[in-house]
């Protein structure tokens, strides 16, 4: 009797060392969220770059887009709101929904950030060789491309 099992599918190798390089990469943008202020968690940020990109975008479909529940979304809402990132305000075709909007602070800071992950990207892309920063780019872009199902590939923060 075998007991090795099935042999062990190629891609899901591949996947979880996307996942473990993936997972370095997080961290860099975590520990970079959390040293700058205000400190933002990476829901936080998430929903900022959301606004960000949607502006006007009610409460629900920021819900899905982030992948928290409304109720949950909502309280995300009132802190960045708190922290004057954010602000509600009804929408002019229909008074009864609420659109979020960046402040300008909440603009400052998410442009704050990306400055300061790409001078972090930086200086870890100064370590590796031009070939392997090169493919970096190439499997990052089709990695997008293929998240997005469409072809296309966008920035989500």
Not at 7 to 19: H, I, K, W
Not at 75 to 100: F, H, Q, S, V, Y
Not at 136 to 142: E, F, M, S, T
Request: aromatic content about 2%; hydrophobic content about 40%.
């Amino acid at each position: 009797m075998d007991r090795a099992g099935p042999p062990e599918d190629p891609l899901r190798g591949t996947a979880q060392e996307v996942a473990d390089a993936a997972g370095a990469l997080m961290d860099l943008w975590g520990r970079i969220a959390q040293a700058t202020p205000p400190r933002l968690s990476h829901l936080q940020v998430k929903a900022l770059v959301v606004v960000r990109r949607v502006p006007g975008v009610n409460l629900t479909r920021l819900a899905e887009e982030v992948g928290t529940g409304p109720p949950a979304t909502s309280r995300l809402c009132d802190r960045l709101e708190a922290a004057g990132l954010l602000k509600r305000r009804r929408l002019e075709g229909n008074r009864r929904e609420i659109g979020l909007t960046l402040t300008l602070h909440g603009q400052e800071t998410l442009d704050h950030l990306q400055e300061l992950r790409a001078e972090a990207l930086e200086k870890v892309l100064n370590r590796m060789p031009p070939e392997q920063r090169r493919h970096l780019v190439d499997g990052l872009r089709a990695f997008a491309k293929a998240m997005n199902g469409d072809g296309t590939a966008t920035g989500t923060g």
